[in-house]
Structures are given as C-alpha cells and as structure tokens.
C-alpha cells in the first residue's frame, strides 16, 4: 500500500502537475480553507488526543497553519522567479541566474505534541515549492491522524497528496521508498533510523529534533514579567512542546525568588486547581506519564495499588532506600554548606555509553559530567531533584500531572539527564553568566536557549559563546511563531531549517543555470594548444582576477 502510494504521487510529479503556480497558490488556499473550516473538529481530536485546551490549539496550531499557507502564497511569485547573478569578467559576454525547482515526491513525518502545526505547516512549505506530498501523521495522536486522512482529500488534491496512518511498520515500509526528501520531527533515536534509511537512496533530510533548552536568569531581569513568560513557555501544551525551557540557570540573587515567584504566575495562569483549569493539558500517554513521574523527588508520586501487603511494604522500603541514597549522594557531593559547590569530578553523572542518554521521544540530549564550580548546592535541599516549590500532584487516570516548579536541582538528577518534555522545571544555582555558559556548552546543542538579562555584555557573550537553534532575549517560543524566522535546531538537535522562504527553499533545489552567445567565440582564448602567448596571457589574467 505505502509503495502504491508513492508510485501514484510519482507519476503525478512527472506529469507535471504540481509545478505551475496557479496549481501551488489553489492548493495553499484550499489548505488555509482545511484548517479554518474545520476549527471545531482540529479543536475536538486534540482535545482527545492530548488533553489541550480550545485556545492553545486554535493559537498555536491552527492559526499558525494558515497564516505560513497565506505568507508562502504571497511571496512565490518572487521566490519561484530568475535571480540574476554576476558572471566572471573573462567570461564576458554572458549571464548567468538561479532558480528554485521542486525536489520531487517529499515526506513528511509528523509528532504527536503539535499534530496539525507539525504536519500541515511543513506541508505548505512544500507544496509551495511544488512538490508532490506524502503525509504520515503521528499514531499517538489517533484522532487528529484520523481527522487528516479524512480531511487531506476532501481539500487537497487526492493524486499529488496523500495521507498514510499507521505505526511503526508503516512508517518503515515509507522508508524504503526513494523519496526525493524526507522531513521528520521528533526524537533523536527516530531520527537516526530516518536518516540511516535515507542515506540508502541518498536523500536528502530535514531533521526536527529536540533537546534541554536551557533558560539563564540574572538579577538584571525583571523577575515578575521573566517568570510569567518562563511559565508560559514551558506549560503552554503541558510542557510538552520542543521549544520550551527544558531548566532554569539562576544566580544565587534572583534563584529562590524566581522560583517563588514562577508559582505565582502558575497560579495566575491555571488557577489554585489546575488539575481543574480549561487552560491546562494532559500528558499523551501512560508511558509517557510514568516517565516524568520517575523525574520528580522521591516520595512525590503514591506507587500504584501494590497487588499484596508483602509488596506493598517492599515498595515502602524501597522508597525509603532510594530517599537516604540520594540524600547521601547529596550530602557527599555537596560537602562545605552554602558557600560550596555542588559535586565533584569523580561523582559527577557520565553518559552510559559516552554519548548520548535516551531521551523524552526516545531522543532527546543527555547531561554531561560537571565541574563543581559550576552550580551551587542549596542548603536543606537533599533530594537530587530538588526541593518542590509548587504542583507535585499527579492523577493517573487522567494522566494529569500538575505544574511543578523545583528548586535547587543537581545536575547529577534524573530530571537533568534527559529532555523532560512535561510541565516539570527544574531551577539550578549557578553563579554567574560564565558558569552557565560553561554548563550549557558542556552539553549537546539544544533546539533553543533562553536569557533574561538586561547586561548587554552577557547577552551578547551568550549570542557569542554559545551554540543553539535559536536564542531568545526574554522570549520563549517566540521565534515558533514567525513565518519570517527559519526554525531548526543545530548537531544534535536538528538538521535543516523551515518556515516561510527557508521552509520554501528547504523543498526546493536551487538549480544555476549559466548562458553565453556562440558569437563572439571569447573562450577560443582558452582552447589548446597553449602556447607562449597564451601563457603571458593567462599571467595577465591572474593578476586581475
């Protein structure tokens, strides 16, 4: 079936039905008409699928979708037509200008967090440049996947873009296609399985991975509007969105009151209750769910009903060892009180096979060992994790876990070694600007890195000496949201670049085409034989060029 599918959409980009623009500009309408007449249905599966409230999908999902359709469309003319480029003086007379052609037969893997914006948003993109799509939405988000496969063909054209559900054996048998681009979010582990996959026809991809964007705070900040827009960056979609603040750098001035007052904008945002709150999503899955649960302190999540007594005290012992465990490594690690650093070389945590750990989407970056001049130990702080200053409560049933704030990580817990991906911030005392810097440089480049810092010294040391997809100066998730701005990461956290014109060129093959009159014959100055003449002539050449 999947091999059907890409035959089908093949003969169709031969036929070359998707190149003219009038085709491109009819089908980015009719994909702008898809998700604005369909608003209730989109807010439906995602409700369904995720827990996510009305706004948050019409916000950050379908309004997004339809204003990058509207921007591409505007603008083909312009990026479809010849750019003129100079040509060598001694090749002179000729010309010479690039470009843009569509690739071919593009697919695009989408995730589950995002299942509109991540499917359809590359999609226009690529059906800007002309391309023939093939579309596999998340099996994790079955409803939304559902919606698409119903949806696709009653907007798009049904022979140049189609839409494949399945798992993982779908997805595979898709791999085996030779795509002429394959373009994938998610996690890393999957994302080297796409890229082994593609390397067998060598095609080319785009890879949008993830990572533990980090988010550094001084005292120069304003600490109630950082907070506000630290928690509204990292809760928005329950934290599972790739972009958000993964943990928070503070220095020792602003720490304990930033997370204080983080709280607080919880609190403004989702209510006393926001286990109750309309604004406030749920976790995807049970597994999922169960991996953030084993990310909070210790003690902080009641064990599943235990099937015996006998059990049940076994897992109270259990509790209670890995409690004095992890106090004891705190204490051993941090040893001098508040003036001292936390850990220490040859306690600090190691890569379990010197690369990197498994990760939220089976991808995501790992922690590398710490120096102990790097972050601070908080006293009272005993567990790795840290000290809960809000939320903390989870409800399995409803895979609800609630907005929690920790202060006084350590780098060495199992909230750190990992991309979170859950409404779990973790806050670290680090001293300064440098330390930070240091601490986020020792580990895989993220997606994004956040600062709130008036110093411009420190804000431009970290443009400078540091590497992300993008950074953002007292603005999460802002550069999400512009058609303007290529989104990507960088090493680890992605390959490649989309929205507006790097989107449209990402899908598209910059061809330079080069012309010269037969008349007047200028190369008959460079044809052999080469004599003493030409030579002296090529001398002369040299010096001018």
């Known amino acids: 079936m999947t091999n059907q599918t890409f035959e089908q959409l093949k003969k169709t980009y031969e036929s070359g039905r998707t190149r003219p623009l009038a085709w491109r500009r009819a089908q980015l309408n009719a994909l702008r008409r898809l998700v604005t007449e369909n608003r209730d249905a989109f807010v439906t599966s995602a409700m369904a699928d995720l827990g996510k409230p009305a706004a948050e999908t019409v916000f950050m999902e379908l309004n997004l979708v339809a204003g990058e359709a509207q921007f591409v469309r505007n603008r083909l003319s312009l990026w479809t037509a010849r750019h003129p480029k100079a040509m060598h003086w001694m090749l002179q007379p000729a010309a010479g200008w690039t470009i843009a052609e569509p690739k071919g037969v593009v697919l695009i893997i989408s995730p589950w967090n995002y299942p509109v914006l991540l499917a359809?948003?590359?999609?226009?993109?690529?059906?800007?440049?002309?391309?023939?799509?093939?579309?596999?939405?998340?099996?994790?988000?079955?409803?939304?996947?559902?919606?698409?496969?119903?949806?696709?063909?009653?907007?798009?054209?049904?022979?140049?873009?189609?839409?494949?559900?399945?798992?993982?054996?779908?997805?595979?048998?898709?791999?085996?296609?030779?795509?002429?681009?394959?373009?994938?979010?998610?996690?890393?582990?999957?994302?080297?399985?796409?890229?082994?996959?593609?390397?067998?026809?060598?095609?080319?991809?785009?890879?949008?991975?993830?990572?533990?964007?980090?988010?550094f705070v001084d005292r120069t900040a304003d600490i109630n509007v950082a907070a506000r827009r630290i928690a509204w960056g990292k809760f928005t979609n329950a934290g599972q969105t790739c972009v958000a603040p993964d943990y928070v750098l503070a220095t020792p001035d602003v720490a304990e009151a930033l997370a204080e007052r983080i709280a607080v904008a919880i609190t403004e945002f989702y209510g006393e209750d926001p286990k109750a709150s309309p604004d406030f999503g749920r976790i995807i899955n049970d597994r999922h769910f169960e991996r953030l649960c084993k990310l909070l302190p210790v003690g902080t999540v009641p064990p599943e009903e235990p099937s015996s007594p006998l059990v049940q005290v076994a897992s109270a012992v259990g509790a209670a060892m890995d409690m004095v465990g992890r106090r004891f490594n705190a204490v051993t690690t941090g040893r001098g009180g508040a003036g001292e650093m936390a850990g220490s070389a040859n306690n600090a945590a190691k890569p379990t096979d010197g690369s990197n750990m498994a990760a939220a989407d089976d991808g995501a970056t790992a922690s590398a060992a710490v120096e102990p001049s790097e972050i601070h130990k908080v006293p009272g702080v005993f567990d790795l994790a840290g000290r809960i200053v809000c939320g903390g409560k989870v409800d399995r049933a409803a895979r609800y876990i609630a907005p929690t704030v920790l202060y006084g990580t350590s780098p060495d817990a199992p909230v750190m070694k990992e991309e979170i991906f859950g409404p779990i911030l973790p806050i670290l005392v680090v001293e300064d600007a440098e330390s930070a810097i240091r601490f986020i440089n020792k580990r895989s480049r993220p997606l994004a890195a956040y600062v709130f810092s008036r110093d411009h010294e420190v804000r431009l040391t970290f443009e400078r000496q540091t590497s992300s997809g993008a950074l953002g100066y007292s603005l999460p998730l802002g550069h999400l949201l512009s058609s303007r701005l290529p989104f990507g990461g960088v090493g680890a956290s992605g390959i490649g670049t989309y929205h507006g014109k790097a989107g449209f060129l990402t899908f598209s093959h910059v061809k330079t085409v080069v012309t010269k009159p037969q008349f007047p014959d200028t190369l008959r100055l460079v044809y052999p034989p080469f004599n003493e003449a030409k030579a002296k002539l090529f001398d002369i050449i040299a010096k001018f060029s």
């Open 120 to 215: 359809l948003e590359p999609m226009a993109d690529a059906l800007a440049a002309g391309n023939a799509v093939c579309l596999k939405p998340s099996e994790l988000s079955p409803n939304t996947s559902k919606l698409l496969a119903e949806l696709v063909p009653q907007y798009l054209d049904s022979e140049a873009v189609r839409v494949v559900e399945g798992g993982p054996k779908e997805t595979g048998e898709l791999l085996k296609c030779p795509f002429n681009h394959i373009f994938y979010t998610g996690g890393g582990h999957v994302g080297k399985i796409v890229m082994r996959a593609a390397a067998e026809h060598l095609t080319p991809v785009t890879l949008e991975l993830g990572g533990k964007s980090p988010c």
